[in-house]
């Protein structure tokens, strides 16, 4: 993903070609990249929008936690006698008074295989919220945003890939796979919205609407128009005093502004943010029912276990690791 981050580190190549009259807005902090968006930075945005959004619908929605839990009752036993291997789901015993609940032994306690998934995802959404708190002010306003964001998108993607190994002696690796793949998500996710006020801010549309356009213009005051009031009579007696005059007090008191009003500025980037944003989304959800889809059928044609299952989740990390 082409994304933008700070000149001192990475330039933009392939931008889109811009009049050389649009002068750039001045740089909030040293090193900040001002030039205009360029259509390789939005399509890595969108792109993103894509990976996320199919491991969200497809492996965290679905397929993981379908596989946690056939794991799970894999090497469970059943509760009413605590010896007896649990079957599938879907076999009945009439003759358990625990209605054939399964249970799972973990660190000297009994777990229902119906709740492992809970556990799992709770642990991982607990870990999420520590890391995004703690990565939040780099996703504003740090340096390294681009390597984080490809960083925890790799390792999302590489989490999901390596379920093809997860037979049913490894199902607690199977919930750290989870847990880590879950987590790389929130993380990654902050990280890529980060980018969105930055792409908004410096859009060629936005720039040659005349919304972040900026103009060289003297910063006059009252007092100032008293003063030049005052002094109407000594410059048209030496006109030459009078223009140095002029150039002087412009020269101090220039500084850049916006074209337009602030409320009219603001209103047009969240126009344009809302677009970039739905489109992001609606490729994403595209996508990820399309690949829904096709992981269905292929549960259907194989048989519906645990190896198409985890057949499944291997496209799904490869679609999530192409962006990077």
Excluded at 70 to 85: F, H, M
Aim: proline fraction near 5%.
């Amino acid at each position: 993903m082409s994304a933008r981050i700070s000149s001192d580190q990475n330039g933009h190549d392939g931008h889109d070609g811009h009049d050389g009259h649009d002068s750039h807005p001045p740089a909030r902090y040293p090193g900040e990249d001002t030039r205009p968006t360029s259509s390789q930075e939005l399509a890595g945005w969108y792109a993103y929008s894509f990976a996320a959004e199919v491991y969200a619908i497809c492996g965290l929605s679905s397929f993981i936690p379908i596989l946690l839990e056939t794991l799970a009752r894999q090497n469970g036993v059943l509760l009413s006698d605590g010896k007896t291997p649990c079957g599938s789901s879907s076999d009945k015993y009439p003759d358990d008074p625990n209605g054939g609940q399964c249970i799972i032994r973990f660190l000297d306690r009994d777990i229902n295989t119906a709740s492992f998934t809970v556990y799992t995802f709770s642990i991982g959404v607990l870990l999420q919220l520590l890391l995004v708190i703690s990565i939040s002010s780099a996703a504003d306003h740090g340096k390294h945003r681009k390597r984080l964001l490809l960083a925890f998108g790799w390792i999302g993607s590489l989490a999901v890939i390596l379920y093809i190994f997860v037979s049913q002696e490894l199902y607690l690796l199977g919930a750290l796979l989870a847990i880590v793949s879950n987590v790389s998500f929130g993380a990654s996710f902050v990280l890529l919205n980060s980018f969105l006020p930055l792409l908004v801010r410096h859009h060629p549309k936005v720039r040659h609407a005349g919304l972040v356009s900026y103009t060289r213009l003297p910063a006059s005051t009252d007092d100032d128009d008293d003063d030049d009031d005052d002094d109407d009579d000594d410059d048209e007696s030496d006109p030459s005093a009078a223009w140095m005059g002029g150039a002087a007090m412009q020269e101090e008191h220039e500084r850049a502004r916006p074209v337009l009003p602030h409320e009219d500025r603001t209103s047009a980037e969240l126009d344009l943010s809302t677009q970039i944003s739905a489109k992001g989304m609606g490729i994403g959800y595209v996508a990820g029912l399309f690949l829904q889809c096709l992981s269905i059928l292929i549960l259907i044609g194989m048989g519906n276990s645990t190896w198409a299952l985890r057949l499944v989740l291997l496209a799904v990390g490869l679609c999530e690791g192409q962006p990077g």
